[in-house]
């Protein structure tokens, strides 16, 4: 027998994934965090397409795991996807680095090479992510299982070392801004050092694979599914028939077509419009896909039946908490004082807590599992999460008491921003590591990484809303500000104390102040909105501009959100915390029908 097991109780190779994971994150955020920017900013392309290419990127990362777990369970195997994945993922980084080394001097060259890169990361990442995460199950026997919140709360922290890193380091070297000037040039260092951590990646995992990537006695894991590697009765493939994958299929453009149409609706745009759809539609129908198979026991029926339900319930997690990117990005730059001790705090480095928070509070929360457990009072695992969705209840509700009484120049206080992000750190440490563990103790083997991807489409989904629900928020005092100086009485116009005029209204659009823009009928009164606010200078005639206030072409409101109008933070905190917590008591009471059919698994 191979010694593969620390003295703490977990295998040596883990330590190999957390490792490896570790600069994959790196790779992957250290991207993230310069990608916007150079899209926008050197090939040129403007603000609002970088957000959108911003948006559908971070998608398809999270919708393609689904395939990499499939024809990993089905033909490739976990280590084949990684260093597959690993691989595509560093040659995509190469390919930003030469776009970002060429757009001086070829801009339609570096565009196209960018797009190509960005389809080589998202197949990279839907091969790489699921088999990693799965993987890190197939370390523990069946024996060891209730190991398994402490493993993936370790891995997890290796997840936020590499992220953090990564956030801090590619920027750095790629985003070099002196009074107020950026130096274009300077974004492919940024490209070349994520593309070396996933270099240093997928080599770390080439070379310890055989040696501690391995079971309890020594053989080693996740390769090409077969047969003969199962004795424990999970016949290694699942056999899909043909009609249920046409079904399937079927299911999938119907959900699609019809997400699109009662959801966003027409007229936004076309990410929003087809691909949020898609990533739901997908969810549903991958679901259906997998309880049609044959081979599935009524046991291993009700154990998937369980992460259907959790993956529904986090969605409104990651939709919560998502909303540091954008949302809570924007309120600490607009209204937060970030002073701390005289220090001015740049508001994008806000949500940096929430990344330092996970490396401190991973292994104590680790810890805290096992401690409990010693004692039989660890909770089972959705319970644990749905005390993670009630502390990032806890949160919005927190800070929403901070911003009540704020009035039109107040400012909140960075220290609350930070205890926020506490919670919903806390919460992540709840919800997100346990949810990969909990997809590792109740997937049957030959859908383990299916499975995972199944999980990854919830956190997709969960990412759609998150744009949706953003969209929510009120004016914030600047707005107000802004319209006052083109002598526009926003207060008034929101309260419906007074009409506005066409000009008012196409005013107001064009400043981005809660403007909705219904672009179809616009196109049948011969208007091409999406062109027209484009162009930042464009002029109305007085005929369009009456036309837009008789035909309602642009309406402004506050924001509304099933039946509810919101009008001030308050009320835009407030969505969250009674979203989240009406998700966690739900998920709470769910606990007896759960356990149930878990059939012992905790
Ligand atoms: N930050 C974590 C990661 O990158 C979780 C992201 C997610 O699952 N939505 O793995």
């Known amino acids: 027998m191979t010694e593969v097991t620390t003295q703490k109780g977990h295998p040596k190779g883990l330590w190999v994934l957390f490792g490896t994971e570790m600069w994959e994150r790196f790779n992957f955020y250290g991207m993230r965090a310069l990608l916007s920017l150079f899209i926008a900013e050197a090939l040129m392309m403007g603000d609002k397409d970088a957000s959108i290419i911003y948006g559908g990127f971070l998608g398809l990362c999270y919708l393609t795991p689904m395939l990499g777990g499939y024809i990993s369970d089905k033909y490739l195997g976990n280590r084949n996807c990684i260093i597959l994945g690993g691989t595509a993922m560093a040659i995509g980084q190469l390919m930003l680095f030469l776009s970002a080394s060429t757009f001086a001097s070829n801009l339609p060259l570096a565009k196209s090479v960018m797009w190509v890169a960005l389809l080589t990361i998202i197949f990279g990442n839907g091969f790489f992510k699921p088999n990693i995460s799965s993987m890190v199950g197939s370390l523990y026997p069946k024996e060891q299982k209730s190991k398994l919140d ?27 801004k002196h009074d107020g000037i950026r130096n274009l040039g300077a974004f492919k260092w940024g490209f070349l050092a994520a593309g070396i951590a996933m270099i240093l990646g997928t080599v770390v995992f080439f070379f310890l694979k055989n040696k501690y990537v391995v079971s309890p006695d020594g053989a080693p894991l996740g390769g090409k599914p077969n047969k003969a590697d199962t004795p424990d009765d999970e016949s290694a493939q699942a056999k899909f028939t043909l009609p249920n994958i046409l079904l399937a299929g079927a299911m999938l453009v119907g959900l699609t077509l019809f997400f699109h149409y009662f959801l966003d609706g027409p007229g936004v745009s076309p990410i929003k419009a087809w691909l949020y759809p898609f990533i739901y539609g997908s969810g549903i129908s991958l679901a259906f896909l997998i309880v049609s198979d044959k081979t599935i026991t009524k ?4 154990r998937i039946f369980v992460l259907y339900i959790v993956c529904f319930f986090v969605i409104f997690f990651w939709a919560a908490f998502e909303q540091a990117g954008s949302s809570l990005t924007f309120i600490a730059d607009k209204q937060t004082d970030t002073n701390i001790l005289g220090w001015q705090m740049p508001p994008t480095m806000v949500q940096n807590f929430n990344g330092i928070f996970v490396i401190i509070f991973a292994l104590p929360f680790s810890a805290l599992w096992l401690w409990m457990q010693k004692r039989k009072m660890e909770p089972i695992s959705t319970v644990k999460q749905a005390l993670g969705l009630g502390l990032i209840a806890l949160g919005y509700y927190i800070i929403a008491t901070q911003v009540k009484d704020l009035g039109i120049n107040g400012k909140v206080g960075v220290i609350w921003m930070i205890i926020l992000y506490l919670l919903h750190t806390w919460g992540e440490l709840c919800l997100s590591p346990i949810g990969l563990s909990l997809v590792a103790k109740l997937a049957p083997k030959r ?29 914030t005092t600047d707005k107000y500000i802004d319209a006052q100086k083109k002598n526009i009485d926003l207060q008034g116009i929101l309260d419906g104390r007074k009409e506005p005029d066409g000009n008012e209204l ?10 909705d823009i219904d672009y179809d009928k616009g196109k049948k009164n011969g208007f091409d909105f999406v062109k027209i606010f484009e162009k930042k200078d464009s002029v109305l005639t007085t005929a ?7 035909e309602k072409l642009i309406a402004v409101g506050y924001p509304k959100f099933m039946g509810f109008t919101l009008k001030s933070l308050y009320d835009f905190f407030m969505l969250f915390v009674v979203l989240c917590g009406v998700a966690a008591l739900l998920l709470y009471g769910l606990t007896p029908l759960i356990k149930k059919l878990m059939h012992g698994v905790r």
């Open 506 to 515: 196409y005013t107001l659009a064009k400043m981005k102040i809660s403007a």
């Open 544 to 550: 369009q501009l009456s036309t837009i206030q008789s």
């Open 299 to 302: 046991i291993e029926k009700d």
């Open 150 to 176: 402490s493993a993936f709360t370790i891995f997890y922290m290796g997840i936020n070392v590499g992220a953090t890193l990564g956030q801090f380091i590619c920027p750095f070297f790629g985003d070099d």
């Open 447 to 475: 859908f383990a990484s299916l499975l995972m991807g199944v999980w990854f489409l919830g956190n997709a989904a969960g990412y759609a809303l998150t744009g949706t629900l953003g969209a929510l928020l009120p004016p």
